[in-house]
């Protein structure tokens, strides 16, 4: 059994060397159609060994530009925590040393620095790549955590509100940002960038726009309570915002809220039809032997999950969570 074994395993090595290697230009099809199904793209990035914290910066700011800040930034977390990153780090090369390389300019970042970001911005970043969607984490999801991040997005949020409409981060100089003394506006929102089989990173925008600025990325959830709600609305229309976003929550599927809707309609004008116009409201009320006849009935114990546009695409995967 255990010869036998030793030669099953022989034999899979030699199939995984004889395997032909990814073909670079299929892949960056591969992924062009992913991000095409997911309505977004890969912006220009240049691949000058700054390339992830240029594709950062132009998430975070809306223009490149200021990927040597964000470097800075992301080394300083690292250093801040080496209990946290020293483990991530070649055991031949001590973590200051690390960090002493990744300050130059046109040092490759990898994940290390893109969890060194995250959690020092307090943004989740979004990674997709061939065949697969994940998201970097910024935070330990704790309440605390989840108080702080949401404080700290509540503040970017009224910056951009509060901001004049010439003062937009699309690409303004840093001659003029000297000269105003004004810091670049943040996004609000988690972060979404691609990684390409040639180790190179890039932004990612709508294919609808906007093409410079911030991105605007809508978050998932959002979208795809805005596609459930415009769905139940045509399906079932005459019912208040209200009750389709109280029923989505509860129900958590928009047909299993339409199918909700159409027996509470069916029910209100089998009462409306049975009972004369002259009777009193008792008749038709949620008291009435037919309304207590279906609540009696055993609702389902188990909701099925809103779709989500990016799983629902042959292209696309389900998302991950990765926390370093």
């Not at 404080?151 to 105003?180: F, G, I, M, Y």
Request: hydrophobic content about 30%; overall charge neutral; glycine content about 4%.
């Amino acid at each position: 059994m255990a010869r036998t074994h030793r030669k099953a395993l022989r034999e899979t090595r030699a199939k995984r060397r004889q395997a032909p290697a990814p073909d670079p230009d299929q892949q960056d099809e591969d992924l062009a159609a992913q991000l095409r199904a997911m309505g977004l793209y890969a912006a220009d990035t240049r691949g000058d060994g700054n390339c992830l914290f240029r594709a950062l910066s132009d998430q975070l700011y809306g223009d490149p530009q200021y990927h040597a800040e964000l470097r800075r930034t992301t080394c300083d977390e690292i250093e801040k925590n080496p209990t946290l990153y020293a483990g991530f780090v070649d055991s031949a090369s001590s973590l200051e040393a690390y960090v002493r390389d990744m300050r130059t300019l046109g040092t490759y970042g990898g994940h290390l620095e893109l969890s060194a970001f995250a959690h020092a911005m307090l943004k989740p970043i979004r990674i997709v790549q061939p065949g697969l969607v994940y998201v970097v984490a910024c935070d330990d999801d704790s309440a605390a955590a989840r108080a702080a991040r949401a404080r700290r997005e509540h503040a970017r949020a009224k910056a951009l509100k509060d901001a004049p409409t010439d003062v937009e981060p699309a690409r303004s100089t840093r001659r003029s940002q000297r000269a105003t003394r004004l810091e670049p506006l943040e996004c609000v929102g988690p972060l979404h960038i691609a990684y390409h089989s040639w180790e190179h990173y890039s932004s990612l925008r709508r294919l609808e726009g906007p093409h410079t600025g911030h991105p605007c990325i809508p978050e998932e959830e959002e979208e795809n309570d805005r596609d459930a709600e415009r769905l139940i609305h045509q399906s079932v229309p005459g019912h208040s915002q209200r009750t389709v976003r109280r029923l989505l929550r509860e129900w958590g599927d928009w047909e299993a809220v339409v199918e909700e809707l159409l027996r509470r309609d069916a029910e209100r004008d089998a009462c409306a039809s049975s009972s004369p116009s002259s009777a009193s409201s008792t008749a038709s009320s949620p008291t009435s032997a037919e309304t207590w006849a279906y609540s009696a009935r055993p609702r389902r114990a188990t909701r099925k999950p809103v779709r989500n546009r990016s799983s629902a695409s042959p292209h696309i995967p389900e998302l991950r969570q990765l926390t370093i």
